[in-house]
């Protein structure tokens, strides 16, 4: 018998203050008396939401993209279609997404830098020329401004003829979020929760297959979370959004069967298809038993998926092509609905059309050439997966019962827990970078010297003018007294417990813009000031 070598390390683990690993996993690690044996398509969809999973159809090909103008921003949409993409996905820039316009002083040098500057009505049905949303699904990274924006979809969409009622897609619509990792928050906590379940509770009843919020975890995972915290407090935000729907009146199944999920997949393949499995039943669960929902779809943890952008790195760049193709197969293999795969360049710059033709043909080939998708979780009954996928949900849960003790989601964020639980997992996480406990390769571990860098997009420094010449002219060219009577309505209802959204979609029929009327609902808002939480 063979020698047997000792380990290269004393300890082994999923990611840093992660799970520790055994060296091997027997059926005798698993919990028997709790084991699920559900199948694919039956509660608690452990092993997916739907029995033939990717037998019957793939995952949405979605490429997340925005830059400089609509015309250029337009003119990728395109091209992404025609290599394939089978889901469109908006980045906005990000004083749209804060609800300034791109002539605002605070605007200044932003504009069309992250995303696409969008304006006013004008904008978005240029940014959709050509391309007939009554056919595509529209996903829409908003928050703050959401529904704004999604009321300039709809008057867009209107205008090339579509039913408001046949459109498909997602906005992001989830303040939560923001408030614990993003912070391109403008209203308070409780007028922002007004604006969320206004928008669901519009789309319930107007648009039965736009899915009208996504609840993100990836943007947790982005700010140094763990993976049992992402899932833990994605899941804790869904449940507070659950809840201020019910208060406000609707219907568990009313709404919940539009609800999705916006999750990361980091490299680490294993940890990541487990987080997948163990979210599909806390989810399921949550919702059969706290929430009684009565509708099969109201219990679906339905989700897309992004690879990390936190993961890539500047130095020796096309080792993020490698990166992303582990992670998209992290997230195929967990049975993801719908998938964005980062561009190799994305730290270095906004992706360039090879870099993004790459990205997509990443997922196509996991698709068509990989095998993954001829079977329904194919990583189901690994005694190592069956096992991470109990410690992942045990772990969240902990996390979710102490943030109900707190008084939910809302509580536990005003008190800064969530805040300082992730910021411990990131300060954890770069003390094992910078100690070289966790290789990042090509940069503290193999890195090389004279790197050539890839040729990068680069955003014209005539964006920002020709974009605040064109608002100019808008101003100029719409029926200004129209524009003044539509604000005054969106403050009077803001006052109001009216919903916001039909007098939104008239706002911006007659071309007020997102600047201005964000201004009006800071008239009856405020903004928001974040309280020091460290």
Not at 103 to 121: T, Y
Request: contains cysteine; proline residues 4%; glycine residues 6%.
């Amino acid at each position: 018998m063979a020698k047997e070598r000792p380990d290269r390390k004393e300890e082994f683990r999923t990611t840093v203050g992660g799970t520790v690993v055994n060296r091997v996993y027997t059926a005798d690690d698993l919990d028997q008396p709790r084991q699920d044996t559900s199948l694919p398509g039956e509660y608690p969809f452990t092993r997916g939401i739907m029995p033939a999973g990717y037998r019957s159809r793939l995952w949405t090909m979605r490429q997340y993209a925005g830059f400089a103008t609509v015309a250029e921003t337009n003119r990728r949409y395109k091209y992404l279609y025609e290599q394939g993409t089978t889901g469109f996905s908006v980045a906005f820039h990000l004083p749209t997404q804060e609800g300034y316009d791109s002539d605002h002083p605070l605007s200044c040098g932003e504009v069309g830098k992250c995303g696409v500057a969008i304006d006013s009505l004008q904008d978005m049905e240029e940014l959709w020329e050509g391309i007939p949303l009554a056919e595509v699904s529209t996903s829409m990274t908003i928050n703050a401004t959401a529904p704004i924006l999604l009321a300039m979809y709809i008057a867009a969409a209107e205008k090339q003829g579509a039913d408001r009622s046949k459109l498909r897609g997602t906005v992001q619509n989830d303040i939560l979020k923001e408030y614990i990792a993003r912070n391109t928050y403008i209203f308070g906590p409780a007028p922002s929760m007004r604006l969320v379940t206004d928008v669901c509770s519009y789309c319930a009843q107007n648009m039965p297959r736009w899915n009208s919020i996504s609840i993100s975890g990836y943007h947790i995972r982005e700010a140094g979370s763990t993976a049992i915290q992402e899932a833990a407090f994605t899941i804790a935000n869904g449940i507070a959004y659950v809840q201020a729907m019910l208060d406000k009146g609707m219907e568990v199944d009313s709404f919940a069967p539009r609800f999705s999920f916006f999750f990361a997949a980091y490299t680490n393949i294993l940890e990541e298809v487990a987080k997948f499995r163990a979210l599909r039943r806390i989810w399921a669960k949550i919702m059969k038993e706290r929430f009684s929902a009565q509708d099969s779809r109201s219990l679906l943890l339905r989700y897309h998926v992004q690879t990390d952008g936190f993961t890539l790195t500047e130095q020796q760049p096309l080792n993020n092509i490698v990166r992303v193709a582990v992670q998209a197969l992290a997230a195929t293999l967990g049975g993801c609905q719908s998938l964005h795969t980062n561009s190799f360049d994305e730290a270095l710059a906004l992706p360039s059309e090879q870099a993004v033709q790459v990205a997509l043909r990443t997922q196509q080939i996991i698709a068509y050439e990989a095998g993954i998708a001829d079977t329904v979780d194919p990583l189901g009954g690994s005694y190592y997966v069956e096992r991470l996928t109990d410690i992942i949900e045990e772990g969240a849960l902990k996390y979710i019962k102490k943030i109900d003790e707190m008084g939910g989601a809302l509580e536990a964020i005003r008190q800064g827990y969530i805040q300082r639980e992730i910021a411990g997992a990131a300060y954890s996480y770069q003390r094992a970078v910078d100690s070289g406990e966790q290789v990042i390769v090509g940069v503290n571990k193999f890195a090389t010297e004279g790197e050539v860098a890839p040729r990068l997009l680069e955003v014209d420094e005539t964006v920002e003018t020709r974009q605040v010449e064109r608002l100019k002219k808008l101003r100029q060219e719409r029926d200004n007294r129209k524009v003044n009577d539509a604000l005054d309505s969106v403050r009077q209802v803001a006052r109001t417990d009216e919903n916001i959204m039909p007098v939104l979609v008239e706002a911006v029929k007659v071309y007020a813009t997102v600047g201005e009327i964000s201004d009006a609902l800071r008239d009856v808002f405020g903004e928001y000031r974040e309280p020091s939480i460290l």
